[in-house]
């Protein structure tokens, strides 16, 4: 009996890892036997690339390697979202060959890479921006000064600023509901280093989400609500939500659009970045993968909803990578320099 | 006079004892309903957005910017060898812990300090496995982000459950059985091999099935030790990159455009599929077993 029933197991098992092990053989052999469409006059290369960072940078760089798999089949390339900060980690221990960068690189992750001895190529890739939202039946509200948004987000304000009435004294006595990102997030990082002066300094009893649709039905679904998020989502939300023009100081209001990120005048906006392993880039396959990049990056960031750089940039970016010039851009600059400038440095 | 009073006591009291009666039938009706409901809500809304969407391209196609061409090939063949190496490692080692722990060990203090462990290691936060695997199969044995990586962590993740079930299994088969066996001469592992372990099988194979239902939805754990968003390929062995099923709709889900909302729901789908079939197969089995015992 015993017997039998041990058999009868054994067939039953036998079958089921057959069964897979034919799914598998199956889901191979149709990946090798598709037809290589879009085979283009470039020599055919192979190999890995592996790429992590930024969740921010993720939707462009995960455009440019589709698109990318359409000329090269057979290099695989691989995108991860372990952030900003875990993504140099592994760069700076040549776990991966490019990093996906919301800002850049800070100087104890200099360091660490200095000590591995990794040297890397720091090129741009496109602007994020921050779009300052609030319900479309806020009648008060159009356009916010920098020192405003301080006023309502800096640290001294938690428990204090509650009321509209306190950011501006002509906004009507409404409570403030504030909706912004989590604290793990690079757009909050970017905000409070903008409007408080200090990254991560902020106020914190705030609705906070890591995740900006979240933030939107907030906003969307609250009459005196103020948040912030990236621009993409106000972009996709523009009938639910409206969007503060941003006063930088100098007296002027400008809307948040691609056309104000492009040329520089909307203040909420800061550089996206990529940095390639140098020791990598010697590769023909990691080669032909930046050069792509950099030569897309401005189509592809619009597909995603960010905002490409003005194409003279994109001009210097090619020049940096082409001359493989190490280090970063930011040693002696403000992470508020513009673009342009950064690149021409010497 | 006395009898009346306790005549209309005794009906009083039997009206409020009903009422009790009644009042707890509805809270534990309600008690039952409550996740099933929720379960149902949230089947037809994921069901709703997302069952128009999936087709065989959906299934058969590779990451996309563009939602309406994103495709599910990459993470779901990434779930299925992620589970199936993860089901390879864990359940014999479990199993096997299980079958010591409970026919083999002696009573003594040691024997208390693991069992007492092993309990605790199943409340532990998945994160700190997905630390435990990066620090020592990651980078100490040097695994990179493998299948096999996610697999050895993803096992670490699921062992304590797997133990505790198969422990319990092994329990409810009467000592008298044991006791028969060795009477007529089988030794402890025979009678362990075909006398304890075919009756315990349903309860281990329903622990495993709960064990695995856990591990095909952490996402966790496999962030940090670097599964990775964006593969446009099938593992090809277990020391391939791969991504799952939940990174990928994750990803979708927090995309601005509101079209990814659709492709996500659609790639729950996928993924209730697969956890229902793969529970199904669980029953199937766990049904022939209990045929298959003879008392």
Redesign the interface.
């Known amino acids: 009996?015993?017997l039998t029933?041990m058999k009868t197991l054994r067939s039953?098992v036998a079958g089921?890892a057959a069964a897979?092990l034919a799914?598998?053989a199956i889901?191979?052999s149709d990946?090798a036997s598709e037809p290589e469409p879009g085979v283009t006059s470039a020599p055919q290369l192979s190999g890995?690339i592996?790429i992590?960072g930024s969740?921010t940078v993720?939707?462009i760089?995960?455009?440019v390697?589709?698109e990318f798999?359409e000329e090269q089949r057979n290099v695989?390339?691989?995108?991860?979202?372990?952030g900003t900060g875990g993504g140099f980690q592994?760069f700076c221990n040549g776990?991966i060959a490019i990093q996906d960068a919301s800002r850049p690189i800070n100087a104890t992750e200099r360091e660490a890479c200095a000590a591995k001895g990794i040297e890397y190529i720091e090129l741009p890739v496109a602007y994020d921006a921050l779009s300052v939202v609030v319900n479309p039946q806020n009648t008060w509200a159009t356009c916010i000064t920098i020192a405003e948004l301080k006023k309502a987000w800096e640290p001294a304000a938690q428990g204090n600023v509650t009321n509209w009435n306190q950011v501006k004294s002509d906004y009507p006595n409404a409570d403030l509901k504030l909706f912004g990102p989590g604290t793990d997030s690079g757009t909050f990082d970017y905000f409070t280093e903008r409007v408080n002066g200090k990254a991560k300094d902020s106020r914190g009893d705030f609705t906070a989400s890591?995740?900006?649709?979240v933030l939107v039905q907030g906003v969307a679904g609250d009459r005196n609500a103020l948040g912030y998020f990236?621009l993409?989502?106000y972009?996709?939300?523009a009938s639910r939500l409206k969007a503060l023009t941003i006063d930088s100081g100098n007296g002027t209001c400008v809307a948040p659009s691609a056309a104000t990120v492009e040329n520089g005048t909307y203040p909420l906006s800061r550089p996206l970045l990529i940095y390639v392993r140098k020791a990598e880039a010697q590769k023909p396959e990691v080669k032909a993968f930046v050069d792509f990049y950099i030569e897309n990056a401005a189509a592809?960031s619009a597909?995603?909803?960010y905002v490409k750089f003005p194409d003279q940039v994109y001009g210097l970016v090619q020049q940096r990578w082409t001359a493989q010039k190490a280090g970063s851009m930011y040693l002696n600059a403000s992470s508020t320099t513009p673009i342009g400038q950064l690149l021409a440095q010497p | 006079m006395s009898t009346q009073t306790l005549a209309y006591d005794t009906a009083g009291r039997n009206a409020y004892r009903r009422v009790w009666a009644r009042l707890f039938h509805t809270v534990f009706l309600c008690a039952t309903l409550f996740g099933i409901v929720a379960l149902a809500v949230l089947l037809i809304t994921v069901g709703l957005d997302g069952l128009g969407r999936v087709s065989w391209d959906f299934i058969n196609g590779y990451p996309s910017r563009f939602a309406e061409r994103a495709g599910i090939k990459s993470a779901l063949f990434g779930t299925f060898w992620l589970m199936g190496m993860t089901a390879m490692i864990a359940v014999p080692i479990g199993v096997g812990a299980a079958i010591y722990l409970e026919e083999f060990a002696a009573r003594n203090w040691l024997t208390k300090i693991i069992e007492t462990n092993i309990n605790n290691l199943a409340g532990v936060p998945s994160i700190i496995y997905g630390l435990l695997g990066l620090a020592i199969f990651v980078r100490v044995m040097g695994l990179d982000r493998s299948v096999l990586a996610g697999a050895l962590t993803m096992a670490l993740l699921i062992l304590p459950i797997i133990i505790v079930a198969a422990r319990e299994g092994l329990r409810s088969v009467p000592p008298s059985i044991r006791e028969a066996a060795l009477a007529v001469g089988a030794t402890p592992w025979q009678t362990v091999r075909f006398q304890v372990l075919p009756p315990a099988m349903p309860m281990i194979l329903t622990g495993v099935i709960l064990a695995l239902s856990r591990a095909i939805g952490e996402t966790a754990p496999l962030i940090i030790i670097g599964a990775l968003a964006f593969v446009a390929f099938v593992p090809d062995g277990p020391l391939s990159s791969f991504t799952v099923l939940p990174i990928q709709i994750y990803n979708w889900t927090s995309r601005p455009q509101p079209e990814f909302a659709q492709t996500a729901a659609a790639g729950i789908v996928v993924l209730l599929a697969v956890l229902l079939s793969m529970n199904a197969v669980a029953v199937i089995l766990r049904n022939y077993f209990e045929r298959k015992r003879k008392w």
């Not at chain 1, 695989?76 to 372990?82: F, L, M, N, P, Y």
């Not at chain 1, 890591?210 to 649709?213: F, G, L, Q, S, W």
């Open positions: 009996m015993n029933r039953m089921l897979s799914a598998f889901a191979c990946d890995s592996l992590d969740s993720f939707p760089t995960e455009a390697a589709e798999r695989r390339v691989t995108v991860g979202i372990a592994k776990e890591e995740d900006d649709n990236g993409a989502y972009l996709e939300n592809l597909d995603v909803g």
